[in-house]
């Protein structure tokens, strides 16, 4: 049987001091078992001594030499500078950090095993912060490649190795597979897999070996969100099957038809919806796919049933746009839908909590304050989540919570890559909307350099003439709010000046919501003509008129934010362009990243690519925080991702022993954190 995991709280380390076991914890090292599973960054050549004269500036050597001369030199800085020879020629060895114990036993006549980079220096042929060992008689030399691991501040490679040569020993390898699956996949054997990657480098290593490692990683992965997902359809959740009467009034009375896309997802909610048990459904929609018309449907079916239904977005302005549009759409079926945020007024908001607590209203919009404590609903059956992405996994369910096992919708505009929601949202179902309605136009993108600028003002001044609006997002300044602020009021300053006959807005984060409420509506109503904004609009704004979008400095920002962004415009008949202004000189992953957006509009493909730019911990952004990341797999071999989750499948129905003593060896105690 596999080793059993670390008790929480309790760390398992056979020849570990206290000190140490804190250290490797640090390293997400909970138990003797992850030791085995910790595997080497690259190896060292220490099988073979190099003469001080041959030794080549910039490679690593070793040599066998003996101390000539030993001081504490004090300029250009206080440091120790040791004078070494072997029977060829001589070298330096500097240390700037040193103790009195290195300095004792670094004394004329001793002989020293050492081990860097050798390069030239002031004082000649020298090495800096070599490693060393002290030489008593003739030792062996190493018969193997010496691994170097990774670590952390004040955890040695001669402790780590020490510590997993001894895991290696007295870790249970044994299968953990049946042995029909390691036959059928043609599985390398796992013992013999582990053991060669701590003595072979990845790529002389064979592709077998490092298959069955990626392999077991992706399969303990799915089983473990399997389990999840099968543990929350043990949970009793009201059944929301509704008689139609709302849905149909409000299908009926739209000023559209839902496309083919939108009609199938909507039978796959409604169907999770009438389920006894939550829906957990994740429903991905490119940017203006209809994804709103939906939640809207799913709230009335919650209605019909006789029960509450919220909805969350992530800011003011996107919260603002929903509550307005489903008002649009519901207050004609004489329905109210309640609005919360954290700027309201006291009274207002205490007026609707007290609605929506007696149950008076069904429908409720908000921000972040739909889960602060104080917000109780009388009978919450379904929670929605727009941009859920931008949510932590503890928000999320703070909503969901407010309700017992209420159902739960969440909704993403950035689209997830197939491999990634077979991989880390295998928990959830999933939905996707891969159809846009009838009527958008596409956005051609143009890539400008900066130097252009005057000719883009031009570009702006002549659209806005001819009846269109336009936005100017300024650049994205990760590093100080404040700073971006400036910018874009600077950018608000030079453009009125620039285009006196237009009318220019300003919306940014630090504006109070009713004033940026009150900005929003006159770009709206065309009062105003051009808006200056920071990335406060990418998401939901909504305005058919807008034809043109300039984007500043556009090398600083991700590829979800530019496609998102870009999809504020190409909202209504008119021929749209986004224009990305950018600055020279631009880093590698820069041009990248803009080549990707110059050449797709199709945001699935987008993110396709940026999962291969970014890689999945970057991706998936608040999803990881309570999600264990993959270290050897990758995410973009299908077919190993697709293997790994039919094997999950079976193995939990045919042979949940061993499904349990595969979790129990590749997440040990950290399988708690997939519970959110």
């Not at 290696?168 to 390398?188: F, G, S, W």
């Not at 003011?316 to 919360?340: D, F, M, N, S, T």
């Not at 504006?511 to 709206?524: C, G, I, Q």
């Not at 990243?593 to 999962?611: H, P, S």
């Amino acid at each position: 049987m596999a080793e059993k995991p670390a008790a929480p709280g309790r760390v398992v380390f056979p020849g570990a001091t206290p000190a140490v076991a804190e250290k490797l914890k640090r390293l997400g090292l909970n138990c003797q078992a992850d030791l085995v599973l910790h595997l080497p960054l690259r190896f060292e050549d220490e099988t073979h001594i190099t003469l001080v004269a041959a030794a080549v500036p910039g490679a690593a050597a070793q040599f066998d030499v003996t101390v000539i001369s030993s001081e504490i030199a004090y300029r250009p800085r206080r440091q120790l500078v040791c004078r070494v020879e072997d029977a060829s020629g001589g070298l330096v060895l500097r240390f700037m950090n040193f103790y009195p114990s290195q300095q004792k036993v670094l004394q004329p006549g001793a002989r020293l095993r050492i081990f860097g980079e050798v390069r030239g220096g002031f004082w000649g042929t020298e090495m800096i912060h070599p490693r060393f060992r002290v030489l008593h008689g003739d030792e062996a030399l190493p018969t193997t490649l010496t691994p170097v691991y990774p670590t952390t501040a004040g955890l040695g490679q001669a402790t780590l190795r020490r510590l997993i040569e001894r895991a290696l020993q007295e870790v249970n390898l044994a299968e953990t597979l049946p042995d029909a699956i390691v036959k059928r996949l043609h599985l390398a054997d796992f013992s013999a897999s582990v053991r060669s990657l701590h003595t072979t480098p990845a790529d002389a290593a064979q592709p077998t070996v490092w298959q069955r490692i990626a392999f077991d990683e992706l399969l303990a992965q799915q089983i473990s969100l399997r389990q999840s997902y099968a543990a929350r359809r043990m949970h009793r959740a009201p059944s929301l099957a509704g008689n139609g009467v709302l849905t149909d009034r409000l299908l009926t009375q739209l000023p559209f038809k839902l496309t083919g896309a939108q009609q199938r997802v909507w039978q796959e909610i409604a169907g999770d919806l009438a389920e006894p048990h939550p829906m957990q459904r994740l429903l991905q929609g490119d940017v203006g796919s209809g994804k709103t018309v939906l939640a809207a449907l799913a709230m009335l079916r919650a209605v019909e049933a006789g029960y509450q239904a919220a909805l969350m977005a992530p800011t003011e302005i996107l919260a603002e746009q929903h509550y307005r549009k489903l008002a649009g759409w519901l207050l004609p079926l004489g329905l109210e839908v309640a609005w919360l945020s954290g700027s309201q007024k006291k009274r207002e908001k205490l007026a609707a909590l007290a609605k929506v607590g007696a149950g008076e209203t069904a429908l409720i919009v908000g921000t972040h304050a739909l889960i602060e404590e104080g917000v109780e609903f009388a009978r919450l059956g379904l929670a929605v989540v727009d941009e859920q992405h931008r949510f932590g996994v503890r928000q999320r369910l703070a909503l969901k919570q407010k309700g017992v096992h209420s159902h739960q919708l969440a909704m993403s505009a950035t689209p997830i890559p197939r491999t990634l929601a077979m991989s880390y949202y295998a928990d959830l179902d999933v939905s996707v909307l891969d159809e846009l309605p009838p009527g958008r136009t596409p956005v051609v993108t143009k890539l400008v350099g900066a130097a252009r600028r005057d000719e883009i003002v031009a570009r702006v001044r002549l659209a806005c003439r001819q009846g269109q609006q336009a936005y100017w997002v300024c650049p994205l300044i990760e590093e100080s709010e404040a700073l971006q602020l400036k910018t874009a009021e600077e950018t608000y300053a030079h453009l009125s000046a620039e285009l006196p006959e237009l009318h220019i807005g300003l919306v940014h984060g630090r504006l109070k919501s009713d004033e940026k409420a009150a900005v929003m509506a006159a770009f709206v109503r065309n009062e105003i003509h051009l808006l200056v904004a920071t990335t406060v609009i990418e998401v939901g704004v909504d305005v058919p008129n807008a034809s043109l979008m300039v984007i500043e400095h556009a090398e600083r920002f991700g590829l979800a934010q530019l496609h998102q962004l870009r999809g504020r415009v190409g909202r209504g008949a008119a021929e749209s362009a986004c224009i990305l202004l950018y600055e020279q000189p631009l880093s590698e992953t820069a041009r990248a990243r803009l080549k990707i957006i110059f050449e797709n509009n199709d945001g699935f493909e987008i993110a396709r690519q940026d999962l291969h730019l970014r890689g999945p911990g970057e991706f998936i952004g608040s999803r990881q925080s309570g999600l264990p990341l993959l270290r050897f797999a990758d995410l973009e071999d299908t077919a190993l991702v697709e293997a790994a989750r039919a094997t999950a499948e079976e193995m939990l129905t045919q042979w949940p022993t061993h499904a349990e003593r595969h979790l129990a060896r590749w997440l040990g105690g950290r399988a708690e954190l997939l519970k959110a």
